[in-house]
Nanobody, 120 residues
Framework: HVQLVESGGGSVQAGGSLRLSCDVS????????MAWFRQAPGKMREGVAS???????TYTHSVKDRFTISKDNAKNTLYLQMNSLEPEDTAVYYC???????????????WGQGTQVTVS
């Protein structure tokens, strides 16, 4: 049974930082393609950052140089370090995993339940 559990969301003022975690069970992050998505009210789910098996990252333009995706294979955990947060970053953030490389496209098989990030 594959389970992805996000944590680390919360409320922060503009310019602040948050670090999201995605604890994975039943699936190896070392061999998975993984990503972070977000969905704001009334908007479509958006790919924020992805990471391939070798650890190579890809970012959507709006978060490049502010967000960093990483993974800890030993802890089987995916992270998203978010700096210089803006009100436009407010959304529910989801982690996703798959054996195939979907990049920032929301075609991943496994998803977490999401964690709320609010920037004011």
């Amino acid at each position: 049974h594959v389970q992805l559990v996000e944590s680390g969301g919360g409320s922060v003022q503009a310019g602040g930082s948050l670090r999201l975690s995605c604890d994975v069970s039943g699936y190896s992050v070392q061999t998975a393609y993984m990503a972070w998505f977000r969905q704001a009210p009334g908007k479509m789910r958006e790919g924020v950052a992805s990471i391939d098996r070798a650890g190579y990252p890809t970012y959507t333009h709006s978060v490049k140089d502010r967000f960093t995706i990483s993974k800890d294979n030993a802890k089987n955990t995916l992270y998203l370090q978010m700096n210089s947060l803006e009100p436009e970053d407010t959304a529910v953030y989801y982690c996703a995993a798959d054996q195939f490389a979907f990049g920032l496209s929301p075609q991943y098989k496994y998803w977490g339940q999401g964690t709320q990030v609010t920037v004011s």
